[in-house]
């Protein structure tokens, strides 16, 4: 399958998804028209892993204010992937 390194934008790094890390289950900010096929393909491809699971859900933009003045994020797609048991990504640094 043809896979596209740039389906894949960035790791999202909170305090919940640092704790998904130890359950193996891992969050990434994707490109809005992806799907859980090339998600999947790429994700293996790029870390050399092998995938168990991917739910995707697209984030509904949240309302910040900056002063007096009112807008909202942007929209994006979430992928969380689970992988199996022996894979690992190194995110951090031991």
Do not use: W
């Given at each position: 399958?043809n896979?596209e390194?740039?389906?894949i934008?960035?790791?999202?790094?909170?305090?919940?998804?640092?704790?998904?890390?130890?359950?193996?289950?891992?969050?990434?900010?994707?490109?809005?028209?992806?799907?859980?096929?090339?998600?999947k393909?790429?994700i293996?491809?790029?870390?050399?892993?092998?995938?168990?699971?991917?739910?995707?859900l697209?984030?509904?933009?949240?309302?910040?204010t900056v002063?007096k003045?009112?807008?909202?994020?942007?929209?994006?797609?979430?992928?969380?992937?689970?992988?199996?048991?022996q894979y690992?990504?190194?995110?951090?640094?031991d």
């Amino acid at each position: 399958m043809n896979t596209e390194p740039d389906i894949i934008r960035y790791p999202i790094i909170t305090d919940k998804t640092t704790k998904f890390v130890e359950n193996n289950t891992y969050c990434f900010k994707v490109v809005k028209n992806s799907d859980k096929k090339k998600i999947k393909a790429t994700i293996e491809d790029i870390f050399n892993v092998k995938v168990k699971k991917i739910n995707t859900l697209n984030a509904a933009p949240k309302t910040k204010t900056v002063g007096k003045f009112k807008g909202k994020t942007t929209r994006y797609k979430k992928a969380i992937v689970k992988l199996h048991d022996q894979y690992r990504i190194k995110l951090f640094e031991d």
